[in-house]
């Protein structure tokens, strides 16, 4: 089973930037459609970003235009930059197939924006 390590999250300003990263174990970026996800404290969990095999992407409203979606299948990555962070963006981001695999699911990376 491909295991899933996402990492690059931190303590950021209202309209700062972080890049996030998804390390796959194996190959599944060119075979899967993939996603980052995000739960933050007393919601549910939320497909925030897709990217699909052939590499078009979708987000979800409440972060088109600030976040983008990329993938680096050669080398098993996935990446999630976000751009003008708002504290609403507050929530543990994950990595995961889309849609999820309940035996992919990481430790996720926090991240926190101060207004």
């Known amino acids: 089973q491909v295991q899933l390590v996402e990492s690059g999250g931190g303590l950021v300003q209202a309209g700062g930037s972080l890049r996030l990263s998804c390390a796959a174990s194996?190959?599944?970026?060119?075979?899967?459609?993939m996603g980052w996800y995000r739960q933050a404290p007393g919601k549910q969990r939320e497909l925030v970003a897709t990217?699909?095999?052939?590499?078009?992407?979708a987000y979800a409203d409440s972060v088109k235009d600030r976040f983008t979606i990329s993938r680096d299948s050669a080398n098993n990555a996935m990446y999630l930059q976000m751009n003008s962070l708002k504290p609403e963006d507050t929530a543990l981001y994950y990595c995961?197939?889309?849609?999820?695999?309940?035996?992919?699911w990481g430790q996720g990376t926090q991240v926190t924006v101060s207004s």
């Open positions: 990217i699909t095999r052939g590499g078009d992407t």
């Open positions: 194996g190959a599944i970026f060119s075979i899967n459609d």
């Open positions: 995961n197939a889309v849609p999820s695999r309940v035996a992919m």
